[in-house]
C-alpha cells in the first residue's frame, strides 16, 4: 500500500505548483494540471480500494486496518506526538474513493463552469489544496492529525468561499464560515488535550486500562470533539455559516459545503464510534437530538427559500442530520442489535455525496444558463435544458427516496435504525423524509415547470450547457442510479464483520407511500402556471412564513452576540480600558514626575551664594544630628 | 583563547566601523549586506554545529564555553556560552537583522546613521543571547535599549518623540528592577559568581528569592509585555521605522520572555513557587486582553502590536506552566512570534510607504493593486491565527499541549481560558485582511501604486520562508530546543 502516500503527494504537488507559478501559465494549462493530477489521485484511490478490499478479511473476520505510513512529526513527549500518516481501514478507504470521486468530477465541471473567470488558476490551487486536505483528514492514524487537516480544509473552505474577494457578501461569508467553525474547532481542541492526557496518546485506540481509569473526562473529552464536528457539519446552531458559504462559485459548493467537508463532523464521529459506544454512550441520544433538530429546522426553511443554492444548502444541513441522527441512534456495537445506525450513517454519507453533488452542478449548471441564483429567473427550462433536467430529476427522486435510487437504500437503513432506537424517534424523521421530498420537488418544479420567466428568457436565451459541464451530470447520475445495489454493510458496519443489508418492507412502505405523497403534493401546488396555493398558504400564514423565510431569525441572534455582545460590550471597553486607564496611569507617572522636577527646580539656580547657604543649613543640621 | 561565539559580537562592532567610513549608500548597503549575510550563515553554522556537538555525545549544558575575568572584585566575566534555546534565537535575531536590512533598502534620510545605530541594537542582542554572566547579560540589554530611542525618536512617524520617550523610560524603569534582581541573586548566593549556570547551583535564601524574583520577572516580563506593562509597545511600534519595528518586535521581545525563563525563573525556584499563581493570572489575561483589545483596533500597527501582547503573553504564559512540554512551546512561540510579527510588520511598513496611511478604514481592494504585498499580508495572517503548516500552530500546539500536563486545577482553568484566544486571533485577522485587502479600490489615488521592489521581496519571501520551515517540519527545532530546556527545568522543578 506504499502508493497511497501518492495521494496526498499528488495535490499537493499541483497546490504548490499552480500557487507559486499559476500566474505565469495559462488558465487553460493550470486547469489540465489541475485535473490530471486529481485524475491520478482518483485511479490510486480505487486501486487502493480494490486491493483493499479485494484481499480479503483477515482470520477475525475483519478488514485489517493499515497503517503504511506513520511519521512522528511533532513530538511533544516520550509517548505522545503528533503523527502524520496514513490509515486505511473501510471507512477511510470509503472516504477515499467518495472525495476522489466528486472532487474528479468538479475539477472536469470546472474547467467549464470557471472559464474565462478572473483568477482561474488561484481556484485550481485551492481547489487542491482543499483535496490534498480532505484526504489527509480522513486517512488520519490519530486524532491530532485529523485536527491538523481539519484545519486546513476549514482554511480552503474560507480561501474559496472568498473567490470572488471584490463582492462584500463573499467577504462576510468566508468570514464567517471560517470564525463559527474556529469556535467549534475550540471545543474540538480542548477535547483532543483532554483526550491525550487522560488516555496517554493521540491515536484511535488507546490503551482500556486507561480510559477507564479516566472515567468522566473521556465522556468529556468527546462530547467536546463532537462540537467541533457539530460546527464543521452545521449542526443546529452553529449551522448559520453554511447558507452564507453558497456566495462561493458552484463547484465549490458541490464539493465542499454539500459532499465532503461539510460531511467531516459524522466521519469524526464514526471514527471515535468505538470509543463513544464504549466509554460514553450517554452521549449518543444527545447527538441524535441535536441531529433531529438541525434536520427538522433545516427542512422547515428549506421549503421557503427563493434562491436554488440556499434551497440546496439547507437541504444538505437537513440530510447530515440524518446522518448524525443514524450514529445517535446507535445503542451497541453490533449491527443486528442497535449498531444498525453506524452502517446506516455512512451509506447515507455515501450516496447523499454523489447525489448533492449532483444537485449542486446541476445548480450551476442552471445558474450558467440563467445568470441567477433566484428561482423567478427560472421556471420551465425543462426545453433548453434537457440533460440537467433529466439528471436533476434523479437526483431529486434520489434525495426524495424513491426506489430504486441510491437514497432510497441509506434513507431506508436510517428511518429502520431510528424506529429500532424508538418509534417516537422514526416517526419524527419519517416526516422530515416527507419534508425532504416535498420541498426538493418544489425546486424541481420551480425551475424546470411552472411559469416562465419569459421577459428574461427572451433577451437571454438559456441553454444547455457545454459536454465539460454535462459530462460529470451524467456520471454523478449513473452512479446514484446505481449506488443503492452495492452491498456497503458487507464493507462497513459498526463491528467490522459483515453485515447483509436486508430491506424492512414496514419501514420502506411507509416512508416510500409518504414520499410520494409529499412529491403529489408539491407537484399539486408548484407544477401549474399559477401559484395560488403557496401563495395563499403564505398569506394565511405571514409570520410563520416569515420568520422561516428569515431562518427563524437563528442568524441574527447570532449576530447579535458578535456585534453587540463582543465588539461593543467586551472588545471596545477593554480598548478604551487599555488607552485611558492603564496607559493613563504611566502617563500620569510621567507628569507628575515632570511636575514634581518643575517644583523643586529652584534649588538648582547656579547662583553660588545659594548653593553655600543650602551647604552651610545642611552642615548645621547634620551637626545637631550627630551631637545627639 | 578565541571563542566562535564572540564572533557575533566582532562582525557588528566591524560593520559599524565600516558604516562609519562608508561614504555613500551605496558603501552602506554593501557594508550591511555583507555583514548580515556574514551573521546570517554563522548562526546556520553554528546550529548545526551544536547539532552535530550534541550527536557526538556532548552533555554539557553549556557549550562553546569561555570566561576571562573581567572585573576581580565583583566577580564579573566576559563569558559565553549557549545552549539550544541561545542558538534557536541566535538564529532567530540573525534572520530578523537580515531581511530588516532589505526592508529599510531605500530608508531616507541619514541612512548611515540609522543603520549604525541599528546595527549597535543588534550587537546588543547577540551579546546578551551568547553571554552566560550575568553582569554581562545586563549591559548587552542595555546596549540593545539604548539606540532605539534614537532610531524611533530620529526616523519614526507619528508622535515619535512621546513614543520613544514612553518606551525607553518603561523599559528603563523595567532594567532598573532587574538590576536590583541581579544584585539580589549575586549576594543571596553568597557573592562568589556572577555565572548564571553556577549561580544555579548555590542556594539562595528563599526570603531572598520571594522578594527578588518578582523583581526580575516584571523587570523583564515589562519587555516581554507583560500585562499590566505592555502600554509601550501600541504607541512604540506605531511610531518605530519599519526595520525598527520588526528588530524591536521580532527580537528583542524576545530579550524579555528568554531572560525571564534562564535568570529568573532558573535562578529563584523558590521565588516562583510563591509567586506562579499571580503571574499565571496576569499572563492569562495578556493573552486574552491583548487579542480583544486587536479586535476593535484600527491602525494596522496597533493591531499588530496587541497581536503582539498577546502572543508574547502566550511565552510567559508557558514558561509558567513549567512542564518540559509546554516550556518547549514557549520558546517555539518566541521563534514563531519573531519571525511572525518581523513579517507583519515589514509588510505593514510597505504598504504604509505606498498608501500613506495606516487606518484600515481609509483603504479597500488593495488586493487588486499590490497583489503580491496583499497575498502575502493574507499568508502572514493565515500563519499569525495557527494555520497548521505554518509556526504558530506548531507552537501554540505544543504549548497547549505541554500546558495540559499541569495537574494543577487552576492552571488547567487558565490553559482553557488561553485557547480561547485562537478563536478571537482568527476574528481580529479575518476582519483586518477582509477589510483592507478584499473589496473594491476605494480611492482612485491607489490604483496607481506599484507592487513590491525586489527588496521587499527578498525579505517577505525570506521571513515566510522560515515561518513556512518551521512549521513544516518542526521535529528538529522541537528536538534543539527541548533537550536543552531540561537540565534548565530540573532546576526549577525539583528543589
Not at chain 1, 230 to 237: I, L
Not at chain 1, 588 to 603: D, E, H, Q, Y
Not at chain 2, 296 to 323: E, P, R, W
Request: aromatic content about 14%.
Amino acid at each position: 500500500m506504499g502508493h497511497t502516500i501518492w495521494i496526498l503527494l499528488l495535490p499537493l504537488i499541483s497546490f504548490i505548483l499552480l500557487g507559486l507559478g499559476g500566474n505565469k501559465m495559462k488558465p487553460k494549462a493550470t486547469g489540465v494540471i489541475g485535473t490530471a493530477s486529481l485524475a491520478g489521485v482518483t485511479i490510486l484511490s480505487y486501486i487502493t480500494a480494490f486491493s483493499y478490499f479485494g484481499a480479503g478479511r483477515g482470520i477475525d473476520g475483519l478488514f485489517p486496518t493499515l497503517m503504511p505510513y506513520d511519521f512522528r512529526w511533532l513530538p511533544f513527549m516520550d509517548n505522545l506526538s503528533i503523527n502524520i500518516g496514513i490509515l486505511l481501514d473501510p471507512i477511510s478507504v470509503m472516504m477515499l474513493v467518495v472525495i476522489s470521486t466528486v472532487s474528479l468530477m468538479v475539477h472536469i465541471y470546472s474547467m467549464g463552469y470557471m472559464k474565462g473567470e478572473k483568477g482561474f488558476q488561484r481556484y485550481y490551487a485551492f481547489l487542491s489544496l482543499f483535496t490534498m486536505s480532505m484526504l489527509g483528514l480522513v486517512v488520519a492514524t490519530n486524532i491530532f492529525q485529523m485536527y491538523v487537516f481539519w484545519e486546513l480544509v476549514g482554511v480552503s473552505s474560507y480561501l474559496l468561499i472568498g473567490f470572488y474577494y471584490t463582492k462584500p457578501a463573499a467577504i462576510a461569508a468566508s468570514k464567517k464560515a471560517f470564525i463559527v467553525t474556529r469556535f467549534a474547532d475550540l471545543g474540538f481542541l480542548i477535547g483532543i488535550l483532554i483526550y491525550g492526557y487522560f488516555a496517554g496518546t493521540f491515536s484511535f485506540t488507546p490503551e482500556t486500562s486507561r480510559l477507564m481509569s479516566a472515567g468522566m473526562m473521556i465522556s468529556l473529552a468527546l462530547g467536546l470533539m463532537f462540537v467541533g464536528g457539530a460546527g464543521k457539519s452545521a449542526m443546529f446552531p452553529l449551522h448559520i455559516w453554511l447558507p452564507d458559504a453558497m456566495e462561493g462559485p458552484t463547484p465549490v459548493s458541490a464539493l465542499i459545503h454539500a459532499a465532503t467537508m461539510v460531511v467531516a463532523g459524522v466521519y469524526l464521529v464514526a471514527r471515535m464510534f468505538p470509543l463513544f459506544i464504549g466509554y460514553a454512550p450517554d452521549l449518543l441520544p444527545w447527538i441524535a437530538v441535536v441531529g433531529a433538530v438541525t434536520a427538522l429546522y433545516a427542512a422547515v426553511v428549506a421549503c421557503v427559500q427563493s434562491d436554488i443554492k440556499r434551497v440546496l444548502a439547507f437541504s444538505t444541513i437537513s440530510q447530515i442530520g440524518f446522518m448524525m441522527v443514524a450514529m445517535g441512534v446507535c445503542t451497541s456495537a453490533d449491527p443486528h442489535a442497535g449498531g444498525l445506525g453506524y452502517m446506516a450513517s455512512l451509506f447515507h454519507l455515501f450516496t447523499h455525496a454523489m447525489f448533492k453533488a449532483l444537485l449542486f452542478l446541476g445548480a450551476g449548471s442552471i445558474i450558467h444558463a440563467v445568470h441567477s441564483n433566484e428561482m423567478s429567473a427560472m421556471g420551465g427550462l425543462r426545453k433548453y435544458m434537457p440533460v440537467t433536467h433529466i439528471t436533476f430529476l434523479v437526483a431529486c427522486l434520489a434525495i426524495a427516496g424513491i426506489y430504486p435510487f441510491s437514497g432510497f437504500f441509506s434513507k431506508d437503513e436510517i428511518l429502520a435504525a431510528c424506529f429500532a432506537f424508538h418509534p417516537a424517534m422514526g416517526w419524527v424523521m419519517t416526516a422530515i423524509a416527507g419534508l425532504t421530498a416535498f420541498y426538493m420537488f418544489r425546486l424541481y418544479f420551480g425551475i424546470f415547470w411552472g411559469k416562465e420567466n419569459k421577459e428574461l428568457h427572451q433577451t437571454h436565451k438559456p441553454h444547455e450547457s457545454p459536454l465539460s459541464m454535462t459530462l460529470p451530470l451524467v456520471v454523478l447520475a449513473v452512479i446514484t442510479c446505481v449506488a443503492g445495489f452495492i452491498p456497503f454493510g458487507e464493507f462497513i458496519s459498526s463491528n467490522g464483520a459483515s453485515y447483509h443489508i436486508h430491506i424492512d418492507m414496514k419501514v420502506a412502505g411507509i416512508s416510500i407511500c409518504v414520499a410520494v405523497a409529499a412529491i403529489a403534493i408539491s407537484t399539486w401546488m408548484f407544477a401549474r402556471e399559477n401559484q395560488s396555493v403557496p401563495d395563499a398558504l403564505a398569506n394565511r400564514f405571514p409570520g410563520l412564513h416569515k420568520a422561516a423565510y428569515n431562518r427563524f431569525y437563528i442568524d441574527n441572534a447570532w449576530l447579535f452576540v458578535t456585534k453587540k455582545v463582543i465588539f461593543k460590550c467586551i472588545s471596545t471597553p477593554i480598548a478604551w480600558f487599555d488607552r485611558n486607564i492603564i496607559d493613563g496611569f504611566f502617563n500620569l507617572c510621567g507628569k507628575v514626575t515632570s511636575k514634581v522636577a518643575a517644583g523643586i527646580r529652584f534649588m538648582q539656580n547656579s547662583q553660588i551664594q545659594q548653593y553655600c547657604i543650602w551647604f552651610l543649613a545642611g552642615a548645621v543640621i547634620l551637626t545637631i544630628i550627630l551631637i545627639f | 583563547m578565541f571563542n566562535i561565539l564572540t564572533i557575533f559580537i566582532i562582525i557588528p562592532l566591524l560593520m559599524m566601523l565600516g558604516l562609519w567610513l562608508s561614504r555613500n549608500v551605496r558603501q552602506v548597503r554593501g557594508v550591511m549586506v555583507a555583514g548580515s549575510s556574514l551573521l546570517l550563515a554563522m548562526s546556520i553554522f553554528l546550529v548545526f554545529d551544536y547539532i552535530g556537538l550534541r550527536k557526538a555525545g556532548e552533555t554539557a549544558q553549556m557549550l562553546y564555553t569561555s570566561s576571562i575575568s573581567w572585573y576581580e572584585p565583583l566577580d564579573i566575566c566576559l563569558s559565553f556560552g549557549v545552549d539550544g534555546i541561545s542558538v534557536a534565537m541566535l538564529l532567530l535575531s540573525s534572520i530578523i537583522v537580515f531581511t530588516g536590512t532589505f526592508a529599510s533598502w531605500r530608508l531616507q534620510p541619514m541612512t548611515k546613521e540609522y543603520f549604525l545605530w541599528y546595527t549597535l541594537l543588534s550587537s546588543g542582542v547577540y551579546g546578551f543571547f551568547i553571554s552566560t554572566d550575568l553582569f554581562t547579560m545586563f549591559m548587552f540589554y542595555e546596549v540593545a535599549l539604548i539606540p532605539m530611542y534614537l532610531l524611533i525618536g530620529v526616523w519614526g512617524s507619528g508622535k515619535k518623540e512621546y513614543s520613544a520617550m514612553k518606551l525607553t523610560l518603561m523599559l528603563m524603569g523595567g532594567s532598573a528592577l532587574i538590576l536590583i534582581g541581579i544584585l539580589g541573586a549575586y549576594y543571596g548566593a553568597g557573592a562568589t559568581t556572577m555565572n548564571v549556570v553556577e549561580l544555579a547551583e548555590l542556594e539562595i535564601p528563599v526570603k531572598m528569592q520571594n522578594i527578588f524574583f518578582p523583581l526580575l520577572f516584571v523587570g523583564f516580563g515589562i519587555l516581554g509585555a507583560l500585562f499590566p506593562f505592555h502600554t509601550w509597545s501600541p504607541d512604540g511600534h506605531a511610531s518605530a521605522p519599519t526595520a525598527v519595528s520588526m528588530l524591536h518586535a521580532g527580537v528583542l521581545m524576545k530579550l524579555g520572555g528568554y531572560g525571564c525563563f534562564r535568570i529568573a525563573m532558573y535562578l529563584m525556584p523558590e521565588g516562583l513557587q510563591m509567586w506562579d499563581e499571580v503571574f499565571l493570572v496576569l499572563t492569562t489575561i495578556s493573552v486574552v486582553y491583548g487579542a480583544f483589545s486587536a479586535v476593535v483596533q484600527t491602525d494596522l500597527k496597533y493591531i499588530n502590536a496587541y497581536s503582539s501582547v498577546s502572543h508574547c503573553g502566550l511565552v510567559l504564559f508557558a514558561l509558567l506552566m513549567m512542564t518540559r512540554t509546554s516550556c518547549t512551546g514557549g520558546i517555539l512561540q518566541m521563534l514563531s512570534h519573531g519571525l511572525m510579527t518581523a513579517l507583519f510588520f515589514a509588510l505593514i511598513g510597505m504598504i504604509y510607504g505606498r498608501t500613506h496611511t495606516r487606518d484600515i478604514r481609509q483603504m479597500s481592494g488593495l488586493m487588486k493593486v499590490m497583489p503580491c504585498l496583499a497575498v502575502c499580508y493574507v499568508i502572514a495572517g493565515l500563519a499569525n491565527l495557527g494555520l497548521p503548516g505554518f509556526s504558530g500552530f506548531i507552537a501554540e500546539m505544543t504549548i497547549f499541549v505541554g500546558s495540559f500536563e499541569n495537574v494543577d486545577v487552576f492552571h488547567r482553568v487558565c490553559t482553557v481560558i488561553a485557547t480561547c484566544s485562537i478563536v478571537i486571533t482568527a476574528v481580529y485577522i479575518l476582519r483586518t485582511v477582509g477589510k483592507f485587502l478584499y473589496g473594491e479600490v476605494n480611492n482612485p489615488e491607489y490604483l496607481k501604486l506599484t507592487d513590491a521592489t525586489w527588496d521587499e521581496k527578498t525579505a517577505v519571501f525570506i521571513l515566510i520562508a522560515c515561518v513556512a520551515a518551521l512549521g513544516l517540519a518542526p521535529f528538529w527545532m522541537s528536538d534543539l530546543i527541548s533537550h536543552s530546556v531540561t537540565p534548565l527545568l530540573s532546576n526549577i522543578i525539583i528543589r
